[in-house]
């Protein structure tokens, strides 16, 4: 039970770090990003490629993840939102555009990474283990072993991946509440079109809440092999699903929401891996159409947006 | 009525025709099929989407339990084919009246909890625990009944049946009240529509056709697996070929289907990465260059395209 507990709130970290940029996106600019799990994946590639290229640790992967998806979300967001806003229905054709964008990064990393990257990919992530033991118990004291908390063992690299998440999540908190930017960033958020009046240069703002937005899920994805056990191209469509569960448990539109909804998800995913493991697949799935459907605005929630 | 009928005459009749005669001169049959598949699929989406305005992101949901329906009906009751795909349809309008409380959803929140929903009926059917029920994880074997020819005409009817309710929405006052609504609900309910039965009505049709589609496609293909009929490709093909030939029309999804599903077969099994890269851009290109479909280009030169 403590074990079940304390893993979930540690997966349930890296969740809300999962889904954190996901929800940035899609309240600043009412956009749903479905190539979020693709960023995701290419993080992951990031990770791995610094790995193997430097043969580093993969930590060093969180800032150059950070930087490189930061700058490709505001080329991305020049090229591919503007033009959106201003069909008849964004919203509806985001999930289209960007499943078409998924889509084409799915293909590019196979057509690069080649379809025979699982294997590559489990040689790989073993020197990524050895590497962060060697990094996080090599040089300090002793202990090679797995973390411990409260009694319970758990592997280092859930720790790194939750202590990385909170320190995402407080800096994000710190744009939004006290940086200007950030405070535009709110003002769009809540309503664009007074924002807009009031001479708010929305395309700047949702340009950088694009790009961070970007950043954090690469950032994510960097942890990815270690909290997944393997990625591959295809992973992204699956990381999508999930972030959107956790984004619509804590409160579409609220990043700080999205840290609530990523521990109750992380909780209960563990709880029922570990006492109803067949059920564990479905009962998420049920969880976010409950919680859609009695409380649309999530958890953390301000307004109902319902037809 | 007059255009109703035209409709029927030149759109309807031809294409079942069309269908009906092409296993006589082609011979990859299966491919035939598909097309008629998705057909189905592209002008359910069309029911739903174009006409209402909610994206069916999980639409594969009811094809999936109308293939599921299909197989537990023949699997413990040996019911004749034909019998169970009427069940099938009927555990998809089912599943869609579970679903209706989504429909109080809006917008891309509506398009996550179906897309959820139908990852929860997925997980659902796969579970080892129902291994009695769905056979779980390991797929059906449904040979009793394979009989390819009949699943076929099968499929050319429901297609019929389709694209007949959506020719009957297209001319008709409920078709019309539902496409109000789409535009301003507020509007539409001041005008004496009631939005929720209009709503509930063409959300459950169009269930209904992906679930005899699911029930068709199980007796067809006669061995599957849960991750085969519950694939999100079905619901992702049927909004992109919808949406690429233009919604809220007849010929839409028809011509949408037609060339999107010819080029997936033209280019897409040799090297399927290539395939996708294009896909994914082609996706693209439509919702920034051509939001509304193919039929907007003769729509904007002031043609009339039912």
Do not use: C
């Amino acid at each position: 039970m403590t074990y079940a507990l304390v893993a979930g709130v540690l997966f349930g970290l890296y969740f809300s770090l999962v889904g954190i940029g996901l929800n940035l996106v899609f309240g600043v600019m009412r956009i749903v990003n479905l190539a979020h799990g693709d960023m995701l994946m290419l993080g992951a590639f990031i990770a791995v490629g610094v790995v193997g290229i430097a043969g580093i640790d993969p930590l060093f992967a969180v800032p150059l993840a950070f930087v490189v998806f930061v700058l490709a979300g505001f080329l991305l967001y020049w090229v591919l939102v503007p033009r959106l806003q201003g069909s008849t229905n964004p919203e509806m054709l985001s999930i289209i555009l960007f499943f078409g964008l998924s889509q084409v990064i799915e293909a590019v990393t196979t057509i690069f990474a080649g379809t025979s990257e699982r294997s590559i990919q489990s040689r790989l992530l073993g020197t990524v283990f050895t590497t962060i033991k060697v990094k996080w118990f090599g040089g300090k004291a002793g202990g090679a072993g797995p973390i411990q908390i409260l009694g319970q063992g758990f592997p280092a690299p859930w720790v790194i991946a939750a202590a990385t998440s909170l320190v995402a999540i407080a800096l994000v908190y710190l744009y939004l509440y006290h940086t200007r930017l950030g405070t535009l960033t709110r003002a769009v958020m809540s309503r664009r079109d007074e924002a807009l009046a009031t001479g708010i240069d929305v395309d700047r703002v949702s340009a950088a809440a694009f790009g961070i937005g970007l950043g954090l899920a690469a950032v994510a994805g960097v942890f990815a092999p270690f909290m997944f056990g393997s990625v591959t191209p295809a992973f992204g469509a699956d990381a999508t699903v999930t972030s959107f569960a956790i984004v619509v448990l804590g409160s579409l539109g609220n990043p700080l929401g999205t840290a609530l909804g990523g521990i109750v998800y992380g909780v209960f995913y563990m709880l029922v891996q570990t006492y109803l493991s067949s059920w564990a697949d479905l009962l998420p799935y049920v969880l976010l159409i409950l919680i859609l459907l009695l409380r649309p605005s999530g958890l953390l929630g301000r307004r109902v947006r319902v037809a | 009525m007059r255009d109703a009928s035209k409709h029927l005459l030149f759109i309807l009749a031809p294409l079942v025709v069309v269908f009906a005669l092409l296993p006589g001169a082609y011979q990859n049959h299966l491919l035939l099929f598909n097309f008629v598949i998705f057909l189905i699929l592209a002008q359910g989406v069309n029911i739903i989407y174009g006409f209402t305005g909610y994206l069916p992101f999980g639409y594969v949901g009811f094809f999936g339990a109308g293939a599921y329906g299909f197989a537990v009906m023949v699997m413990h009751l040996q019911t004749p084919a034909l019998l169970a795909v009427l069940v099938g349809g009927l555990v998809a309008v089912a599943l869609g009246l579970l679903l209706t409380p989504l429909l109080r959803l809006s917008g891309a929140y509506f398009a996550i909890a179906n897309l959820a929903a139908s990852l929860a009926v997925l997980h659902f059917v796969a579970n080892p625990a129902l291994e009695g029920i769905t056979k779980g994880p390991y797929g059906v074997s449904l040979t009793g009944t394979f009989n390819p020819t009949n699943a076929y005409y099968a499929a050319i009817a429901v297609l019929a049946l389709t694209v007949g309710g959506v020719v009957y929405l297209k001319n008709s006052p409920f078709g019309l009240a539902l496409q109000a609504v789409r535009e301003d609900s507020v509007s539409a309910s001041m005008a004496g529509v009631n939005i929720v039965k209009m709503r509930v009505i063409a959300w459950l049709g169009s269930a209904l056709v992906a679930g005899l589609a699911g029930g068709i496609y199980a007796w067809y293909v006669s061995v599957f697996y849960p991750d085969n009929v519950f694939s999100s490709e079905f619901s992702i093909f049927a909004i992109v070929f919808a949406l690429f030939g233009g919604v809220a029309t007849i010929t839409g999804p028809i011509v949408g289907v037609l060339i999107l599903y010819g080029i997936y077969n033209l280019i897409g099994f040799t090297t399927p990465q290539y395939f996708q890269l294009i896909y994914g851009l082609l996706i693209m290109g439509l919702v920034l260059f051509l939001p509304a479909g193919l039929v907007s280009l003769a729509t904007r030169r002031g043609w009339h395209v039912p």
